[in-house]
């Protein structure tokens, strides 16, 4: 026991150093503590959400506080316990202080939030969390040709908003651009087959035109870029083979695989009921003439 009283009065700095530590273990407890107590009693989905990042982001709060009172007592030891703090993460810590600072980047200057798809790093899905350390994906595409779920659940540090762009899908303008070709033979009724694709694509497409065009009034006020026409638009392109028609329209970025089935569908169906005016082309081989063969 003697030895012991003799161990921290000759050495306060590194007791002092493990009451803090133990100080800050408390207090991450109880975060702990409010976030699984809010996780069982708070049923709304995105109550319960917000409120365990409210809790989380009060205990960091917390902690520097008590940082700051704990050590101003004895400058000196605060000085001594920050220099190896700051030797000890300049080797083993950094992507750690970069994943924090990524939390921070994103939470300020809104980067994405949960609910929001993005694609970062290569992979591509929709947010549905972001915590201090890592954002969590639930992964589009892949093996799946279409924005779908593959199913699998992707966790990425969040220091990667400082080393790549950051596609996001939703943010102030939650629609995209598409596209989709078609040929048409020649020798058909090139008029009608343009009526008709203008048509169905107007009506099908008319709400999302209408809500993006409000919602791009915005971007353009917000950010430097010009004015884009968000109607339906149609581009022919002559080949060797067919007249190729290019649609270009704006949908939900969600919605993309659906709405163009219900657009190829309904154009299917309008060039059926031309009875041959109009006549989708297939690549085909024609023979000219047969050589007479010798016995």
């Known amino acids: 026991m003697e030895d012991i009283k003799q161990w921290i009065t000759e050495n306060p700095m590194l007791i002092s150093i493990f009451k803090y530590i133990l100080l800050v273990s408390v207090v991450f407890v109880l975060i702990q503590l409010f976030r699984r107590f809010l996780r069982k009693h708070v049923s709304d989905t995105s109550a319960r959400y917000k409120s365990q990042k409210s809790i989380e982001i009060i205990g960091y709060v917390v902690i520097i506080i008590l940082s700051f009172f704990y050590f101003t007592g004895n400058i ?7 220099g190896l703090f700051t030797a000890g993460i300049a080797f083993t810590l950094q992507e750690l202080i970069l994943s924090i600072a990524g939390s921070l980047f994103i939470f300020i200057v809104k980067v994405y939030k949960p609910g929001d798809r993005i694609e970062i790093n290569g992979i591509k899905g929709d947010v549905i969390d972001v915590n201090s350390m890592y954002t969590t994906m639930m992964e ?39 596209e989709f070709n078609l040929p048409i033979r020649y020798g058909s009724d090139i008029e009608l087959a343009k009526s008709i694709v203008i048509k169905i694509a107007s009506e099908t497409l008319s ?32 080949t060797d083979n067919w007249i190729q028609f290019n649609l270009r329209y704006i949908v939900d970025y969600k919605k993309r695989r659906s709405t163009k089935h219900v657009l190829n569908n309904k154009i299917l169906k309008e060039i059926e009921e031309t009875k041959g005016k109009v006549i989708l082309a297939s690549s085909t081989l024609e023979i000219i003439k047969i050589p007479t063969l010798k016995n």
Do not use: C, M
């Open 140 to 178: 589009i595409g892949q093996w799946i040709h279409s924005d779908n779920y593959s199913g699998r659940i992707v966790k990425l540090s969040n220091a990667f908003v400082f080393k790549g762009p950051i596609y996001n899908y939703s943010q102030d303008f939650p629609f995209i651009w598409e």
């Open 207 to 238: 709400d999302y035109t209408a809500n993006s065009k409000s919602q791009w009034k915005d971007i353009v006020n917000k950010y430097y870029i010009e004015d884009a026409v968000v109607d339906p638009t149609l581009a022919i392109t002559l």
């Open 76 to 82: 000196q030891d605060f000085t001594l316990a920050i």
